[in-house]
Antibody, heavy 124, light 109 residues
Framework: EVQLLESGGGLVQPGGSLRLSCAASGFTFSSYAMSWVRQAPGKGLEWVSAISGSGGSTYYADSVKGRFTISRDNSKNTLYLQMNSLRAEDTAVYYC?????????????????WGQGTLVTVSS | EIVLTQSPGTLSLSPGERATLSCRASQSVSSSYLAWYQQKPGQAPRLLIYGASSRATGIPDRFSGSGSGTDFTLTISRLEPEDFAVYYCQQYGSSPRGTFGQGTKVEIK
């Protein structure tokens, strides 16, 4: 059974930093691209960042580029999101999500599994 | 960037009724790369449909997706009590920079 478990959320002041983690189990973690998606309170879903299975390719939404860094440790089956220079508008539940593979090799950029989310609140 | 517009914003229906949700794209979605998700309060989204019309594993057959190009539809043939939730469409392509619609809430009338 695929499981994604986020941690690391909390209250942080504007300009501060936070690192989110997502522990994965139930699949061969290193074979799959992964992503972070966020949802501001009462709002819709916003894609934040993605990383290839090897970690060699990373992608960012314009709203977080230069401030957030996605990474992974395949030996620990863990995905990370380092968030720096946080702003009030970064306040959201952050979900870790997995991309599926077709025929074992082709990445499809929809999300077949999601974690339960971790809340990040940026406020003074 | 492709913008997705979902309508209506809220759909008020009774259990047993048919629900029809629309997702319109600002430009053609290649290869029908459109997905639908269900989200209940306090829960993560759950994949329902991918490739515009393929049901995800374990999704009941009362959920169906259709459409191509710029117009897509999610249909719930007979609403069950557990189907009252918010539904999002997402377009995806050859890069991770997919976009979501703003959501349609299906509420009990």
């Amino acid at each position: 059974e695929v499981q994604l478990l986020e941690s690391g959320g909390g209250l942080v002041q504007p300009g501060g930093s936070l690192r989110l983690s997502c522990a994965a189990s139930g699949f061969t973690f290193s074979s799959y691209a992964m992503s972070w998606v966020r949802q501001a309170p009462g709002k819709g879903l916003e894609w934040v960042s993605a990383i290839s299975g090897s970690g060699g390719s990373t992608y960012y939404a314009d709203s977080v580029k230069g401030r957030f860094t996605i990474s992974r440790d395949n030996s620990k089956n863990t995905l990370y999101l380092q968030m720096n220079s946080l702003r009030a508008e970064d306040t959201a539940v952050y979900y870790c999500a997995k991309y599926p593979l077709v025929f074992g090799v082709v990445i499809m950029y929809y999300f077949d599994y999601w974690g339960q989310g971790t809340l990040v609140t940026v406020s003074s | 960037e492709i913008v997705l517009t979902q309508s209506p914003g809220t759909l008020s229906l009774s259990p047993g009724e048919r629900a029809t949700l629309s997702c319109r794209a600002s430009q053609s979605v290649s290869s029908s790369y459109l997905a639908w998700y269900q989200q209940k309060p306090g829960q993560a989204p759950r994949l329902l449909i991918y490739g515009a019309s393929s049901r995800a594993t374990g999704i009941p057959d009362r959920f169906s997706g259709s459409g191509s190009g710029t117009d897509f539809t999610l249909t719930i043939s007979r609403l069950e009590p557990e189907d009252f939730a918010v539904y999002y469409c997402q377009q995806y392509g050859s890069s991770p920079r997919g976009t979501f619609g703003q959501g349609t809430k299906v509420e009990i009338k």
